[in-house]
């Protein structure tokens, strides 16, 4: 029988029960020179790991020197399975003994590593989970990535980029100067504003009277019908409805606000309407590339005067006035 000695005195069975014994022995050695193969491949140390002969052949070997002479069935067995176990527990104990060193030469080079690669680099701990089998060459390369301190280049123009910190910074600042629009606008709203106006009924009654520039032209007749109220009885019967406020031959609308008039320079036919005085321009007025800056008394007129004399001048050349409407240039009278 192949593998036994020439003193084999054993039976049949106890032949079968070795070759069974022998191929478990067997599995388990390929997976035990599987681990090494792949041991001595990673590490590179192939050459601690080859025994020079097959498992089988040492194991013959060994059993052959106990065996010399003629021994009992029960020697041989005893013998044969002493030698399998030592030789077993031998190769673990190789076994066990590389894979400490394995562990303590990779806890080395891993401490080396983190001594070596800077801290300050956020890629740092990505050289501790790579492969294991370079050389000291190239575990000392990570050194070399010391160099200054890395961040944004000052110079590099990145304003198109979006930058949500930048926006809410720009968002607060829009809303900060709103308020502060709105604030000086209500300041300018709340400002005295003195008006000239001459009360109309077919020749003129010029007064002053003193309004905000916020109040609309409803507030300002208000003010108007108690200013005349005691010297027109018209007036007196009259209401803030049935007077109309005609400025450089427009009548504005009672809706309308004095800071509108001026926030906008809005133009009449014959002048500006966003002065309230009465002046006269002192310019050259023979120049026709300089625009007048006269200013007139506004009209206040009855309504059912109005009605009655629109035909003739100078309701006849009143107009509603119509904030769309843009005038290029000032007539007069009955240009």
Same mark, same amino acid.
């Given at each position: 029988?192949?593998?036994?000695?020439?003193?084999?005195?054993?039976?049949?069975?106890?032949? +079968?029960?070795?070759?069974?014994?022998?191929?478990?022995? &067997?599995?388990?050695?390929?997976?035990?020179?599987?681990?090494? /193969?792949?041991?001595?491949?990673?590490?590179?140390?192939?050459?601690?790991?080859?025994?020079? /002969?097959?498992?089988?052949?040492?194991?013959?070997?060994? %059993?052959?020197?106990?065996? @010399?002479?003629?021994?009992?069935?029960?020697?041989?067995?005893?013998?044969?399975?002493?030698?399998?176990?030592?030789?077993?527990?031998?190769?673990?104990?190789?076994?066990?003994?590389?894979?400490?060193?394995?562990?303590?030469?990779?806890?080395?080079?891993?401490?080396?590593?983190?001594?070596? +690669?800077?801290?300050?680099?956020?890629?740092?701990?990505?050289?501790?989970?790579?492969?294991?089998? &370079?050389?000291?060459?190239?575990?000392?390369?990570?050194?070399?990535?010391?160099?200054?301190?890395?961040?944004?280049?000052?110079? +590099?123009?990145? /304003?198109?980029?979006?930058? /949500?910190?930048?926006?809410?910074?720009?968002?607060?600042?829009?809303?900060?100067?709103?308020?502060?629009?709105?604030?000086?606008?209500?300041?300018?709203?709340?400002?005295?504003?003195?008006?000239?106006?001459?009360?109309?009924?077919?020749?003129?009654?010029?007064?002053?009277?003193? @309004?905000?520039?916020?109040?609309?032209?409803?507030? %300002?007749?208000?003010?108007?019908?108690?200013?005349?109220?005691?010297?027109?009885?018209?007036?007196?019967?009259?209401?803030?409805?049935?007077?109309?406020? @005609?400025?450089?031959?427009?009548?504005?609308?009672?809706?309308?606000?004095?800071?509108?008039?001026?926030?906008?320079?809005?133009?009449?036919?014959?002048?500006?309407? %966003?002065?309230?005085? +009465?002046? &006269?321009? @002192?310019?050259?007025?023979?120049?026709?590339?300089?625009?007048?800056?006269?200013?007139?008394?506004?009209?206040?007129?009855?309504?059912?005067?109005?009605?009655?004399?629109?035909?003739? %001048?100078?309701?006849?050349?009143?107009?509603?006035?119509?904030?769309?409407?843009?005038? &290029?240039?000032?007539?007069?009278?009955?240009?």
């Amino acid at each position: 029988m192949a593998g036994m000695g020439d003193g084999y005195v054993g039976s049949a069975q106890d032949a +079968v029960r070795i070759r069974r014994l022998e191929k478990q022995r &067997e599995a388990e050695r390929r997976k035990i020179e599987e681990l090494k /193969s792949k041991t001595a491949s990673t590490q590179g140390q192939a050459g601690l790991l080859q025994f020079g /002969s097959g498992t089988s052949e040492i194991l013959e070997t060994a %059993f052959k020197k106990e065996t @010399v002479g003629l021994v009992t069935r029960e020697e041989y067995v005893e013998k044969r399975v002493n030698i399998q176990n030592k030789f077993e527990e031998e190769e673990k104990e190789k076994l066990q003994k590389l894979l400490e060193e394995e562990e303590k030469l990779q806890l080395e080079k891993r401490q080396k590593r983190k001594r070596k +690669v800077n801290p300050r680099l956020s890629f740092a701990e990505d050289f501790d989970d790579g492969t294991e089998e &370079e050389d000291e060459n190239n575990i000392e390369e990570p050194a070399k990535l010391k160099c200054g301190k890395l961040g944004k280049d000052p110079t +590099v123009e990145t /304003s198109f980029l979006p930058d /949500s910190e930048r926006e809410a910074e720009e968002l607060a600042e829009r809303e900060r100067l709103g308020r502060q629009w709105l604030q000086e606008q209500a300041m300018i709203k709340n400002e005295p504003l003195e008006i000239t106006y001459s009360y109309w009924d077919g020749t003129g009654h010029r007064r002053v009277t003193q @309004v905000r520039k916020g109040d609309t032209i409803g507030v %300002f007749l208000r003010s108007v019908q108690q200013q005349l109220a005691p010297e027109f009885r018209e007036v007196r019967t009259s209401t803030v409805e049935n007077l109309l406020y @005609v400025k450089e031959d427009l009548i504005i609308p009672h809706q309308h606000s004095f800071y509108d008039l001026i926030i906008n320079k809005a133009r009449g036919k014959s002048g500006p309407l %966003f002065h309230f005085d +009465v002046h &006269e321009d @002192v310019r050259t007025t023979a120049d026709a590339t300089i625009e007048k800056d006269e200013s007139h008394a506004g009209k206040v007129v009855e309504r059912h005067w109005y009605e009655k004399n629109k035909h003739i %001048f100078p309701a006849s050349r009143w107009e509603i006035y119509d904030p769309a409407r843009k005038w &290029e240039r000032y007539t007069i009278h009955g240009d």
